[in-house]
Nanobody, 115 residues
Framework: QVQLVESGGGLVQPGESLKLSCTAS??????????MGWYRQAPGKQRELVAS???????KYLSSVEGRFTISRDNAKKALYLDLHNLKPEDTAVYYC???????WGQGTQVTVSS
C-alpha cells in the first residue's frame, strides 16, 4: 500500500547533529491527513515513539529528546523529517518513520552516537 524509506543516519560523535528523512510512495494521496511519527529501537530495548506530528499539525516529543530534536513534514513532497541536535550515546538506535496507526515497519536508518 504505502512505502516509507528512511535515510540520513550515520555515525557521529556526542554533541553532533544529523537530519533524517523519510519519503513516502505508493498510495499516498491522503499523506497530508496522516498522523506521522519517528520511532527508534535501541539494541535490547523496545521500539519507542520519539516524535509525532499530526495534520493540524500538533507535535509531541519524547521527554528525553525535547529541545534537541525537531520533527517536520513537507506534504507536497510526501516527506517527513527529523532534525537531531546535541546527540547523545543513548540516542543510538535504528530510527523508523511510520503512520501512527501503522505497525508495518521498513528498514529504518541507523544512528550511532559514539566517541
Amino acid at each position: 500500500q504505502v512505502q516509507l524509506v528512511e535515510s540520513g543516519g550515520g555515525l557521529v560523535q556526542p554533541g553532533e547533529s544529523l537530519k533524517l528523512s523519510c519519503t513516502a510512495s505508493g498510495n499516498t494521496a491522503a499523506f497530508a491527513a496522516w498522523a506521522m511519527g519517528w520511532y527508534r529501537q535501541a539494541p535490547g530495548k523496545q521500539r519507542e515513539l520519539v516524535a509525532s506530528i499530526t495534520a493540524r499539525p500538533a507535535i509531541k516529543y519524547l521527554s528525553s529528546v525535547e529541545g534537541r530534536f525537531t520533527i517536520s513534514r513537507d506534504n507536497a513532497k510526501k516527506a517527513l523529517y527529523l532534525d537531531l541536535h546535541n546527540l547523545k550515546p543513548e540516542d543510538t538506535a535504528v530510527y523508523y518513520c511510520n503512520r501512527i496507526a501503522d505497525r508495518n515497519w521498513g528498514q529504518g536508518t541507523q544512528v550511532t552516537v559514539s566517541s
